[in-house]
């Protein structure tokens, strides 16, 4: 982590010499100084950053220097602070002075900053040569001392030893004696310990596998890849399984012969060979050539824990892709009792403890079975010694050797991040166990951090997502949740890598996290994440130096003024989501440095102008489910705001779903010229003259809009037409009757995904039809009069369409070979609707179907039976006549239609919440309202931009 915290403090000085950053002549001299000490030490610090584990020495040094980075990146920052505070208007010259002696005081200990540089480049000199080594060794990657690599073990393992794997392997075999004569490529992606070097094995071993082919031969790839190393290793195990004498020289040969050799060996026979454990993309371009593309029906296997790699590799020759899937929870509980009570099963006493420990593993075979390994050792009878691991995993991870193993493998791909992504990786820690974790929210907290790199021609946050993809791409998170058109809409962490990434992070000093039963906090504070009550004892800490706050569950109504002393004047981001907090947090404490603000879900009423005004590096106020209505006009100060979210929805019954509750924008809104978000202004309240502001913000990329009003829309259109860079957009009108005026807008935003429009339009505007790139779809109160079905049919990209009081006929046909790409599709309150008509191939995709409250259809859509990928059917508020036709007790005529879907449910909107009935409960006298199985106060569909 040396090389992340150098890295990241030479990416802050850029700044300073790109003259963004003005200093003094002295602070100039010094900070130079210190750039050069940085970028001389900077090359050996990956090497360093894995070896430290093993080095007591070494890991002091890298310590060393990285407190040094975090004391000159504070020290920047005061410089910043003092700077803007000089230049104030009306700034006293009692203040000027002090702040001049302060600037000395900084001036004086970058001075002593430089000096410790030195020192420590002066040690850094006697590392050089163990630094050098360790480079070259084909194993620098592995710690350096002896360490024993569980590949190894996983070749050994017999059947008796393996669970869940019969499955998967008779696939992979499948793949492999199966198919078109050409040489494929099949790839087995997982996160590491998920068992793919066992798995690829088990197939390799396989009597018909071995019988299929002429030469089969397994190399095992090494982080320290070299081409001559890999492809001579490849040659000399292709000479011994042909039986025949290796060439003389060949230790000598250049990776051009070696690749002549191994091509002429394999030219005419069908061979099998496996690469297991590749890491980079350039390994498998090093030797493809070698392997000749003949006609023999041969295969190659790679193993990987990167799954775009399995994706490049495998996708070249139109192989097979196999993501390996965590164990199931009847697999996972076999392997576990195996390990921890081999021969006998689990004392009853003990299962709940287990079943909770083993929840921790998530599925993957290697935890399962590290843990097992230390649970084995521990007395039966002591439920105690079994309670506290379940206490206390994170501390026994660390001090038990058996679970060495475990962190060996994660570390491996912990440091073959580079330095930007093991930042981003190590933030995770400051989420609760089992939290799910916003991805909007995430990319926003790390661009308030700075781990963010700009790039030329993206914007920060296309740049964090970048960094989620390779972060995802490496299997070191997992999607926990995606949006209807596939976006990503909430991450997690496995629960064993989660203590691990929380261990790494209290070592490094990177994050503290804060339990009611904690340990004292260290001295030095940078991220503090508070999970639940905080313990009075540690209240009234310096936090000088503190730079993130979080508060999750956190029930107590503080203030910053009372929860520390000696204010946070280099605090950037402060996170008091769901927080039951009813007064602005910062009445008494300079934050210039805050870039990210969330109030969410607090019950905070007003936003102080005298405080917003001073945020003048915010880039992120998130005020959203909070009863805040207005904003004061000194928000229009803060020049660098890119996410603004006010608003909250309204559930107070079954018509107000999909409403909410906006805010009042100051007039000059197109002002914030940095804007990206602007979620949900009220456009009624200053007779349009916000709407013509709205042009202004060329940025922008999600717009919500409420309360539009019908003389306003010439000049809403001619400012959406302006903004090219618009993603998403919401517009509601004043009411359910009132008009939405599109008819002005003539070129469209060319990257519009999501368009969600409420109000009465008339006829549906002809510019829709050219959206490309629109996945969703709303409309709601439309009120058209002609079947809006045929406008949208042929949207290449449509994935999620609702409409809600759309259209006044009364016949739906979706017609053959039409939406293609649609996944979701909600059908509410069509009055006249008596028909809805399925043609073949139509929705090929449609996974889920939702229809409501249209009173005159008493049948099932026909056709219906032609959607083979529908998972989901769901009739809400439906007349029973209808319901009573798919019912499978008594008269039910449509049943069969139904039958292939798995989940079919019927929903009644009641006393404030729906009551769900599942098709399988209907009573035998198909009454479909009895026999509730679930109770929901929630939107059936929520509109999110």
């Not at 496995?494 to 000093?509: G, M, P, T, V």
Request: proline fraction near 4%; aromatic fraction near 10%.
């Amino acid at each position: 982590m040396a090389e992340s915290a150098v890295g990241f403090l030479l990416q802050r000085l850029a700044p300073v010499f790109d003259n963004k950053v003005k200093l003094f002549a002295e602070d100039q001299a010094e900070v130079i100084h210190l750039k050069g000490w940085l970028e001389r030490i900077k090359a050996f610090l990956r090497i360093a950053d894995a070896l430290e584990d093993s080095d007591e020495e070494l890991k002091v040094w890298a310590k060393q220097l990285r407190d040094v980075a975090h004391e000159a990146e504070d020290l920047l920052d005061e410089l910043q602070l003092f700077q803007v505070h000089n230049h104030a208007i009306g700034f006293s010259i009692y203040l000027r002075v002090r702040n001049m002696k302060a600037r000395y005081r900084i001036v004086h200990e970058l001075k002593n900053i430089n000096s410790r540089m030195k020192t420590i480049s002066s040690t850094h000199e006697r590392f050089r040569h163990k630094l050098d080594t360790a480079s070259e060794a084909s194993s620098s990657n592995y710690t350096g001392n002896a360490w024993h690599d569980p590949r190894g073990d996983a070749l050994l393992l017999d059947n008796t030893d393996l669970v869940g794997i019969d499955r998967p392997k008779k696939q992979l075999i499948g793949w492999l004696i199966k198919g078109c004569p050409g040489r494929k490529v099949i790839s087995v992606a997982g996160m590491g310990g998920m068992g793919k070097t066992t798995l690829v094995k088990q197939a390799y071993d396989d009597p018909e596998v071995r019988k299929h082919f002429k030469a089969c031969v397994w190399v095992t790839v090494s982080q320290s890849f070299k081409v001559e190393e890999l492809l001579r290793d490849l040659a000399q195990k292709l000479f011994s399984e042909i039986r025949r004498p290796i060439p003389e020289r060949m230790e000598s040969m250049c990776s051009d012969k070696l690749k002549m050799i191994i091509k002429d060996l394999l030219q005419r026979k069908r061979y099998l060979v496996v690469f297991d454990d590749v890491w980079h993309m350039y390994e498998w371009e090093a030797v493809k050539y070698a392997l000749p593309n003949n006609s023999c029906g041969s295969r190659i296997i790679i193993t990987t824990r990167k799954s775009d790699l399995a994706f490049t590799s495998s996708i070249e020759s139109n192989g097979k892709v196999y993501n390996l899937q965590p164990l199931k929870e009847d697999e996972a509980w076999d392997l576990f009792c195996r390990n921890t009570f081999p021969g006998n099963s689990c004392p009853p006493y003990l299962i709940d403890i287990c079943k909770y420990i083993l929840r921790k593993c998530g599925g993957l075979p290697l935890a399962i079975v590290a843990i097992s390994g230390v649970l084995a050792t521990k007395d039966k009878r002591r439920i105690d010694e079994w309670d506290m691991i379940c206490r206390s995993l994170g501390a026994e991870i660390q001090g038990n050797g058996k679970l060495d193993y475990f962190k060996t493998v994660f570390n491996l791909s912990f440091n073959d991040l580079p330095y930007h992504l093991k930042y981003c990786f190590l933030y995770l820690s400051i989420f609760p166990e089992d939290y799910l974790i916003q991805r909007k929210r995430l990319i926003r907290l790390w661009i308030a951090e700075g781990f963010i790199e700009a790039k030329e021609g993206k914007t920060m946050e296309d740049v964090a997502n970048d960094y989620l993809k390779e972060l995802l791409n490496r299997n070191l998170i997992q999607v926990a949740d995606t949006t209807s058109d596939g976006r990503v809409k909430t991450l997690r962490i496995h629960d064993l890598l989660r203590e691990i990434i929380i261990l790494k992070s209290k070592d490094q000093n990177f994050a503290t996290i804060v339990k009611e039963q904690s340990v004292a906090w260290p001295e030095r504070i940078r991220r503090l994440s508070v999970h639940g009550r905080l313990p009075y004892r540690q209240q009234h800490r310096l936090a000088s130096q503190l730079r993130s706050l979080f508060m999750f569950g956190v029930v107590e109504n503080l203030s910053l003024g009372k929860l520390f002393s000696g204010g946070f004047k280099l605090l950037s981001v402060l996170d008091y989501q769901d927080v039951p907090l009813k007064k602005f947090p910062v009445a008494d404490v300079d934050l210039y440095h805050l870039r990210y603000l969330s109030l969410r879900n607090t019950k905070v009423k007003m936003v102080p102008s005298y405080i917003i005004g001073k945020l003048h590096n915010l880039e992120t106020l998130d005020l959203k489910k909070t009863p805040v209505r207005e904003l004061p006009v000194d928000i229009l100060k803060l020049q660098k705001l890119r996410h603004l979210l006010v608003y909250r929805l309204k559930v107070k019954g079954y018509p107000e779903f999909y409403s909410k509750h906006g805010f009042k924008a100051p007039t000059e809104i197109g002002n914030l010229q940095s804007l990206q978000t602007l979620c949900f202004v009220e456009a009624n309240l200053d007779y349009g003259m916000i709407i013509r502001q709205l042009g202004k913000l060329s940025q922008l990329r999600r717009l919500g809009i409420l309360k539009l009003r019908e003389e306003d829309g010439k000049a809403f259109c001619l400012s959406i037409g302006r903004l090219t860079n618009l993603h998403a957009l919401s517009v509601a009108s004043e009411g359910e009757n009132k008009f939405i005026d599109l008819r002005f807008l003539s070129s469209p935003p060319p990257f519009l995904q999501r368009l969600y429009l409420s109000g009465n339009l008339h006829e549906l505007p002809s510019w829709i039809q050219s959206l490309h790139s629109l996945a969703r779809l709303f409309l709601k109160w439309s009120c058209l009069k002609h079947d809006p079905l045929v406008y949208l049919q042929d949207l290449p990209n449509l994935a999620h369409l609702e409409l809600l009081q759309v259209y006044d006929g009364d016949t739906l046909h979706f017609r053959c070979g039409k939406f293609k790409k649609l996944k979701v599709l909600g059908l509410d309150k069509f009055d006249g609707l008596k028909q809805v008509t399925v043609g073949k191939d139509a929705m090929p995709c449609l996974e889920r179907l939702s229809i409501g409250r249209c009173e005159l259809l008493k049948n099932v859509p026909s056709g219906i039976e032609h959607l083979t990928k529908l998972k989901v059917l769901e009739f809400c508020d439906m007349p029973d006549e209808l319901m009573k036709t798919i019912c499978p007790h008594g008269p039910g005529k449509d049943h069969c239609k139904v039958s292939h879907i798995p989940d079919v449910y019927s929903t009644y909107w009641r006393d404030g919440g729906w009551d769900v009935y599942a098709l399988d409960n209907f009573s035998r006298d198909c009454c479909p309202r009895s026999g509730t199985v679930m109770r929901s106060h929630e939107p059936r569909i929520q509109w999110k931009l």
